[in-house]
C-alpha cells in the first residue's frame, strides 16, 4: 500500500519523528519558551538601535541588529542570548555544530517574521525546516 500526501499519522508529541524526547533535556522547545526568547532577543536588539541611531530609521536598524546578534550567537554559544537565558539551544537536524549558513539563513527568515509563524506537527517554524535545525530544551 502506498501512501498518499497526508496520509502520515500525527506525532504523539513534538520531535517523536525527529527522534527528540517527549519532555526534558533535547525535547522540542514549546511555544511559551520561545516567546519569552524572542522577547528577550527584540529588546537586546532594540537597545543599539534606538539608544544609538534613534529617529524613524531605527525601525530598520532594530531588525538589522536582531539578525545580526543571531548570526553571532547562535553558532558561538548554540543560540541568541533569549534562547540560552530561558534555556533553549538551536541544532541541526543531522547533529554535529550548527556551522555558519544555518544561523545566516535562519536568522534572515525570523527576521522576515512570517516563516516563524508557520510551523509543523514538531513546533518546528519553516525557518528551522529550510536551515535544517530545531530548538530544543538544553
Known amino acids: 500500500?502506498?501512501?498518499k500526501f497526508g496520509d502520515l499519522a500525527p506525532s504523539l508529541y513534538p520531535g517523536e519523528r525527529l527522534g527528540l524526547p517527549e519532555?526534558?533535556?533535547?525535547?522540542v522547545a514549546r511555544v511559551g519558551r520561545r516567546l519569552l526568547a524572542i522577547c528577550i532577543d527584540w529588546?537586546?536588539?532594540?537597545?543599539?538601535?534606538?539608544?544609538l541611531i534613534g529617529g524613524p530609521h531605527a525601525m530598520w536598524w532594530h531588525s538589522l541588529s536582531f539578525c545580526?546578534?543571531?548570526i553571532i550567537f547562535i553558532p558561538t554559544i548554540g543560540g541568541s542570548l533569549g534562547h540560552r537565558?530561558?534555556?533553549?539551544?538551536?541544532?541541526?537536524?543531522?547533529?554535529?555544530w550548527v556551522g555558519?549558513?544555518?544561523?545566516?539563513?535562519r536568522s534572515v527568515l525570523v527576521t522576515l517574521v512570517i516563516p516563524a509563524l508557520v510551523w509543523d506537527s514538531d513546533q518546528r517554524g519553516f525557518h528551522d525546516k529550510i536551515a535544517g535545525t530545531v530548538l530544543i530544551r538544553a
Open 68 to 70: 545580526v546578534l543571531q
Open 85 to 96: 537565558i530561558v534555556g533553549l539551544h538551536v541544532v541541526p537536524i543531522a547533529g554535529g
Open 23 to 27: 519532555e526534558g533535556p533535547r525535547s
Open 43 to 51: 529588546a537586546l536588539a532594540w537597545l543599539p538601535a534606538y539608544l
Open 100 to 105: 555558519v549558513w544555518r544561523p545566516i539563513v
Open 1 to 3: 500500500m502506498t501512501q
